[in-house]
């Protein structure tokens, strides 16, 4: 992942995204330590000015036009470990290495974080998760910026649900993560590494090898829904989950292309940057899933990926 240092204008985004698309930071800073992003954070928000922070940028879409504000890329990355098992993480330390040194520290627990790429501040925010577990699961705490105001809240504040928290939606105060308190269970050493090993395998063959942000949908939990669809795997029909992949292939858009964005052919939840795709490009083609899917099967599926920065032109 691309580094930068300093206070500067106009910075591409680009690099900062896995999907390799989007357009530029009004505004950019890289804060390498607990103290430098909680200055940024107190910063932007007493100033009223919009703050976007930027983790992997592996499940974030910016804008063509632009990130308007402060975009903080986050690159802290303190990770210590008691003998209790308590865990205290910054925000920006990568959500694999999180595991990997609980995994060395003999506890368990995070083993489904094997092959999500991204930091743990990225994984809050949408309660990333794998294989029927979340990263919101072992939390005791979070220490935020809100308001201006450094603080300590219970994992609560976040209002975890599948793939979703507070931080997700508009209408709610935007807050910074500092860093989290959790609590792992100690485990077997061997059954944590096979349990990592085997979940690294499952992705092997399912995750294509060109620029992409992972799911670009959501799974749609309904029972109705599953239980209408004959061709959809027995446990999932009565889990009641219908997987975005399957919905997007039954709309016959397994593969389909929009500029140089492609639904994936492997997986066809995915959105794929062939080469030089722009975000529009991305947009646009997720756009066009969504009335695919909504007019054949009355669903409306939700974005796993976040767009961030100004997209008024392709929403008026
Ligand atoms: C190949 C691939 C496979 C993937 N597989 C999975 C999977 O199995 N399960 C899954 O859940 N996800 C998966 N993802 C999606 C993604 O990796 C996760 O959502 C990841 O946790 C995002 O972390 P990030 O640091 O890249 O966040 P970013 O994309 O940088 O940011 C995501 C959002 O979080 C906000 N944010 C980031 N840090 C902070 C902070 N410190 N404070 C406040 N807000 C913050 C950002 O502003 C943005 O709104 C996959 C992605 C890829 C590319």
């Not at 609980?102 to 489904?112: D, V």
């Not at 995915?270 to 490009?281: C, H, K, V």
């Amino acid at each position: 992942m691309a580094e930068a240092t300093g206070f500067q204008s106009s910075i591409s985004l680009k690099p900062f995204t896995t999907l390799k698309a989007g357009g530029e930071a009004e505004q950019f800073i890289c804060v390498r330590n607990l103290r430098q992003l909680e200055e940024a954070a107190v910063w932007s928000q007493m100033t009223g000015g919009a703050c976007t922070l930027i983790g992997w940028g592996s499940n974030i879409l910016p804008s063509d036009d632009g990130v308007p504000g402060l975009s903080i890329l986050n690159r802290t990355r303190s990770i210590q470990i008691q003998p209790n098992g308590l865990v205290l993480a910054d925000s920006g330390c990568g959500f694999q290495e999180l595991f990997l040194k609980t995994a060395q520290a003999g506890l368990r627990g995070l083993e489904f974080a094997v092959g999500i790429p991204g930091t743990l501040g990225g994984a809050l925010v949408s309660n990333a998760g794998a294989y029927r577990s979340s990263v919101s699961e072992f939390l005791t705490r979070i220490e935020i910026v809100s308001g201006g105001i450094r603080k300590w809240v219970d994992p609560s504040w976040m209002e975890f649900s599948y793939r979703d928290s507070v931080l997700r939606r508009d209408d709610k105060t935007k807050a910074v993560l500092l860093q989290i308190e959790m609590h792992l269970p100690v485990g077997e050493p061997k059954k944590i590494y096979d349990e990592a090993r085997e979940y690294q395998r499952q992705r092997i063959g399912k995750q294509p090898p060109s620029p992409s942000a992972g799911s670009f949908f959501k799974n749609v939990n309904s029972l109705d829904l599953a239980e209408s669809l004959p061709g959809l795997p027995i446990p999932l029909r009565t889990a009641g989950v219908v997987p975005a992949g399957y919905l997007i292939e039954a709309s016959g858009l397994k593969g389909h292309r929009h500029g140089g964005a492609e639904m994936g052919k492997r997986h066809a939840n995915f959105i794929l940057n062939t080469g030089n795709a722009s975000a529009a490009d991305i947009y646009e083609l997720a756009q066009h899933v969504k009335e695919s899917v909504l007019s054949k099967f009355g669903v409306e599926l939700e974005e796993e990926v976040l767009y961030i920065g100004n997209w008024s032109r392709w929403r008026a």
